[in-house]
């Protein structure tokens, strides 16, 4: 079966087409990067407005690079939560309108699944069962994956995300938008330990996560005039290396608990160089593995929508052809996938 994906939660307008027996067929990706940097993050209207400009043209994009046309599309996968609720909308309608016109089914997805199923597009895959450290941008959770469909959560963060706290500390520390992307590489520049910063709960004994101390301490650094010229590098260094010590200490830690060797690192900080040289030693001398998606497949995409869709068909749950109605939650706990998704 060829699946169509759809990815329009916030920032990024990603389409796909994913054929069950050939694997990924295509994918194009446009990000509002530009577009938002002047207003320092998402501007939610914008956003929603540039996603109904990009769908036509990306899906004519994928289909020429697939050779198929929409006719040989029978199922269409797409973001349904969680996210920004007028950009879902926009997915959701373009989704359940083409479903409807070609009367093929609709699959909606939860977004943190198709990160979390993401690193299965890659050549090596790991086996069921593995431990996954959920690092995007709102979200840092670690989960027990036991099947497609099957997942336990392990712990989470209590405040903010890794991935807020890199945004929020590129504030403090003057830089541009995406703060995460731009925070690693000022951190490149510097040299950890010159600054001393907290890596709250590395020693709580549970898998929970908190980083709003840890950014008011940059917060309370950069009050103190650390945050100007090489003490600002320093200041990146130190707070990227606490961040990564955290992640990588409560990963390892999640494993050895479940009895499992296989870690999958999925979300746009999975993209991290510092992180996954962390990982990977870590697991190395545990003499386990780390899995991650490809580079490009990091933050938001279509593919792992659509790859997640197929999944689901191949699991055998039953879609429904397209009728129009848009099946969103904004706000949606990964934890309650097992649950039926709710119409609006």
Same mark, same amino acid.
């Given at each position: 079966?060829?699946?169509?994906?759809?990815?329009?939660?916030?920032?990024?307008?990603?389409?796909?087409?994913?054929?069950?027996?050939?694997?990924?067929?295509?994918?194009?990706?446009?990000?509002?990067?530009?577009?938002?940097?002047?207003?320092?993050?998402?501007?939610?209207?914008?956003?929603?407005?540039?996603?109904?400009?990009?769908?036509?043209?990306?899906?004519?994009?994928?289909?020429?690079?697939?050779?198929?046309?929409?006719?040989?599309?029978?199922?269409?996968?797409?973001?349904?939560?969680?996210?920004?609720?007028?950009?879902?909308?926009?997915?959701?309608?373009?989704?359940?309108?083409?479903?409807?016109?070609?009367?093929?089914?609709?699959?909606?997805?939860?977004?943190?699944?198709?990160?979390?199923?993401?690193?299965?597009?890659?050549?090596?895959?790991?086996?069921?069962?593995?431990?996954?450290?959920?690092?995007?941008? =709102?979200?840092? %959770? &670690?989960?027990?994956?036991?099947?497609? /469909?099957?997942?336990?959560? !392990?712990? $989470?963060? #209590? *405040?903010? @995300?890794?991935?807020?706290?890199?945004?929020?500390?590129?504030?403090?520390?003057?830089?541009?938008?995406?703060?995460?992307?731009?925070?690693?590489?000022?951190?490149?520049?510097?040299?950890?330990?010159?600054?001393?910063?907290?890596?709250?709960?590395?020693?709580?004994?549970?898998?929970?996560?908190?980083?709003?101390?840890?950014?008011?301490?940059?917060?309370?650094?950069?009050?103190?005039?650390?945050?100007?010229?090489?003490?600002?590098?320093?200041?990146?260094?130190?707070?990227?290396?606490?961040?990564?010590?955290?992640?990588?200490?409560?990963?390892?830690?999640?494993?050895?608990?479940? =009895?499992?060797? %296989? &870690?999958?690192?999925?979300?746009?900080? /999975?993209?991290?160089?510092? !992180?996954? $040289?962390? #990982? *990977?030693? @870590?697991?190395?001398?545990?003499?386990?593995?780390?899995?991650?998606?490809?580079?490009?497949?990091?933050?938001?995409?279509?593919?792992?929508?659509?790859?997640?869709?197929?999944?689901?068909?191949?699991?055998?749950?039953?879609?429904?052809?397209?009728?129009?109605?848009?099946?969103?939650?904004?706000?949606?706990?990964?934890?309650?996938?097992?649950?039926?998704?709710?119409?609006?």
């Amino acid at each position: 079966m060829l699946v169509l994906g759809i990815e329009s939660s916030c920032d990024e307008t990603g389409l796909a087409l994913y054929d069950t027996d050939r694997g990924l067929l295509a994918h194009a990706l446009h990000s509002q990067v530009a577009m938002h940097e002047d207003y320092g993050g998402v501007v939610p209207e914008l956003a929603s407005r540039d996603h109904i400009r990009r769908l036509i043209p990306l899906l004519e994009a994928v289909l020429t690079e697939a050779t198929c046309t929409r006719k040989d599309i029978d199922a269409i996968a797409y973001t349904a939560g969680p996210g920004l609720a007028g950009a879902l909308l926009v997915g959701a309608s373009f989704a359940e309108g083409l479903a409807g016109a070609l009367g093929v089914l609709t699959l909606p997805i939860h977004h943190l699944e198709g990160h979390l199923l993401s690193p299965l597009l890659a050549a090596e895959r790991p086996k069921f069962p593995f431990i996954a450290l959920l690092v995007s941008g =709102g979200h840092t %959770q &670690l989960m027990r994956v036991n099947a497609i /469909g099957d997942y336990e959560l !392990l712990g $989470e963060s #209590l *405040d903010d @995300a890794a991935g807020e706290a890199f945004d929020k500390t590129a504030k403090l520390l003057g830089l541009g938008y995406p703060g995460g992307p731009a925070l690693a590489r000022l951190a490149e520049q510097g040299q950890a330990g010159r600054i001393t910063l907290p890596r709250p709960m590395l020693h709580s004994g549970d898998l929970s996560f908190s980083f709003s101390g840890l950014k008011t301490a940059v917060l309370t650094a950069v009050r103190n005039g650390l945050g100007a010229g090489t003490q600002a590098a320093d200041l990146a260094a130190e707070f990227q290396e606490a961040v990564t010590d955290v992640l990588a200490a409560k990963a390892l830690a999640a494993c050895k608990a479940n =009895g499992m060797r %296989q &870690l999958v690192v999925a979300g746009g900080v /999975g993209a991290n160089r510092r !992180l996954r $040289e962390k #990982l *990977d030693a @870590a697991f190395s001398h545990f003499r386990g593995r780390v899995f991650y998606p490809e580079l490009a497949l990091c933050t938001d995409n279509g593919a792992m929508i659509a790859f997640c869709g197929a999944q689901r068909l191949l699991a055998g749950d039953a879609p429904v052809v397209g009728t129009g109605t848009f099946a969103i939650r904004p706000r949606w706990p990964l934890a309650d996938l097992a649950r039926p998704v709710l119409t609006a």
